[in-house]
Nanobody
C-alpha cells in the first residue's frame, strides 16, 4: 500500500503562485506514475499533471501547460506541483495519486490505485 499526503494548498490571489507537495510512504517505488488531479465543486475530477517515476517524463493537461510544473525529489519520495499565474478557475481540491504504470502516464483517474486526502486551493479574483 502507498500512503499519500498532500500539502501546500491555501488561498491566493489571481496571478499568484502556490506549490503543492505530495509525500509518499509505504510501498514507494520508481515503478509507478504519480499524478495530480483536481476537482472543483459540481465538476468531475480532471487530470492536471503526472510524472513517471521510472523514466522521469512529465505530462500535463493541455490547458495547463506553461503555468503548472510537476517535479520530484526521489530521495524524499515527494512530488511537487508548482502552480503559477493562478486563475479563479483553478480553484479546486487537488489530489495526488499513484498508478502502477511503467511507461508513459495515464490521464484516467480510474486507473490510479492510491489517493491522498486532497488539499484545497482557492484563487480569489
Amino acid at each position: 500500500q502507498v500512503l499519500l499526503e498532500e500539502s501546500g494548498g491555501g488561498l491566493v490571489q489571481a496571478g499568484g503562485s502556490l506549490r503543492l507537495s505530495c509525500a509518499a510512504s509505504g510501498r514507494t517505488s520508481t515503478k509507478y506514475v504519480m499524478g495530480w488531479f483536481r476537482q472543483a465543486p459540481g465538476k468531475e475530477r480532471e487530470f492536471v499533471a503526472a510524472i513517471n517515476q521510472n523514466t522521469g517524463a512529465s505530462y500535463y493537461a493541455d490547458s495547463l501547460k506553461g503555468r503548472f510544473t510537476i517535479s520530484r525529489d526521489n530521495a524524499k519520495n515527494t512530488v511537487y506541483l508548482q502552480m503559477n499565474s493562478l486563475k479563479p478557475e483553478d480553484t479546486a481540491v487537488y489530489y495526488c495519486a499513484v498508478d502502477w504504470y511503467l511507461y508513459g502516464a495515464r490521464r484516467d483517474s480510474s486507473r490510479y490505485d492510491y489517493w491522498g486526502q486532497g488539499t484545497q486551493v482557492t484563487v480569489s479574483s
